[in-house]
């Protein structure tokens, strides 16, 4: 099988199972667990940021700092497209009481500084006031694209200049930081938080983290603990995601595989296929996704439906060139 559902999909390496068989463990609600202490320090040293938490999904990490920078019934600008708002159960509403504005990003999915302007709503007797602005990067839904740390910089700014804090998801940071061949922490300069993880293209078994001042993490910390997130020996699983950093430049390759397979469908009958920033490929089929996909699994080859006509691929560190141009192959047959 060659399996292009998701980055999630990579199973741990040997160099990863042995971090978490030798991990110094302990118990981290007591914050003496060596092994996420040290996740910790060197996450928020790598982010630029004064401090990081660890948390078992991205989307605890999200919902995390959503409820962190919010009060109960405040509203929150969201990207129409953006995991947060859509893939996540309405946990905004559901954990932090949020109203949820949704701006569309076009089909790259940028908020612009001007969509900001337009989005807030400044609190008074009637009006419940804008909490908190969220960006995603890369976005998911949009195809991996890959904002650029200027076009961050200058959301994230109009959002202060109306006083409403900035959270970005970065499930897929590192790819971002990457595709634009930047440190990470250039990404990240002017948001308030940032969550990114360790499961997707990094290839850890579990884990993401939350990063931020050390006042908001510290009671990050809190919520996290609310929503059955304090972990006992968590080393076990922090050890490996820590190594998973090792990873950050291999990205590249994937970037690399997902260019070629894009190209390559692109030019079959039946599909069109945008050039990707990063590492999802994004398909749209002239026949149903759901019959296409199915003819895929036939030939050993796994995407993901995203819509009647759109399917997903994503490229990860379980496949390489080969996997990418035997998938290139079966597909072409079904063309
Ligand atoms: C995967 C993903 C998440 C959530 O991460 P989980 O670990 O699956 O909960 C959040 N945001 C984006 C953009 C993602 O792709």
Not at 330 to 335: D, L, S, Y
Request: charge should be negative; aromatic fraction near 4%.
């Amino acid at each position: 099988m060659i399996d292009l559902r998701s980055d999630t999909v990579t199973r741990p390496s040997d160099a990863m199972r042995e971090r978490a068989r030798d991990a110094e463990v302990g118990d981290d609600v007591y914050g003496e667990d060596p092994s996420v202490n040290e996740l910790e320090a060197r996450v928020a040293d790598r982010l630029g940021c004064e401090a990081a938490l660890y948390v078992p999904t991205g989307t605890m990490g999200n919902q995390i700092a959503a409820r962190t920078h919010t009060e109960r019934g405040q509203e929150v600008l969201v990207e129409r497209e953006s995991h947060i708002y859509r893939w996540e159960l309405g946990g905004l509403a559901q954990h932090a009481a949020l109203q949820t504005r949704t701006i569309d990003g076009g089909v790259r999915g940028v908020i612009t500084p001007e969509a900001v302007r337009e989005g807030y709503v400044k609190s008074d007797a009637h009006r419940p006031g804008t909490g908190l602005l969220t960006l995603e990067n890369t976005h998911n839904a949009r195809g991996g694209t890959a904002l650029a740390p200027n076009t961050i910089d200058r959301t994230a700014k109009a959002a202060h200049e109306l006083d409403v804090p900035v959270h970005l998801d970065g499930a897929r940071l590192a790819n971002a930081a990457v595709a634009h061949d930047v440190p990470i922490a250039r990404m990240v300069e002017h948001v308030d938080s940032v969550m990114m993880c360790f499961s997707k293209g990094l290839g850890a078994p579990v884990g993401s983290a939350l990063a931020g001042t050390a006042e908001f993490i510290e009671r990050a910390r809190r919520i996290r603990k609310l929503l059955g997130g304090g972990m006992r020996q968590a080393g076990v699983i922090a050890a490996p995601a820590l190594h998973s950093l090792q990873n950050i430049e291999r990205l590249s390759v994937d970037h690399e595989n997902a260019r070629l397979l894009a190209r390559s469908l692109d030019e079959l009958r039946g599909f069109s296929v945008r050039d990707p920033e990063t590492n999802i490929v994004l398909i749209e089929t002239d026949d149903p996704a759901e019959e296409f996909l199915d003819q895929c699994a036939e030939k050993g080859v796994l995407g993901g439906q995203f819509d009647e006509h759109l399917v997903r691929f994503c490229t990860h560190r379980d496949v390489d060139r080969n996997d990418i141009e035997a998938a290139i192959d079966r597909i072409t047959e079904i063309a």
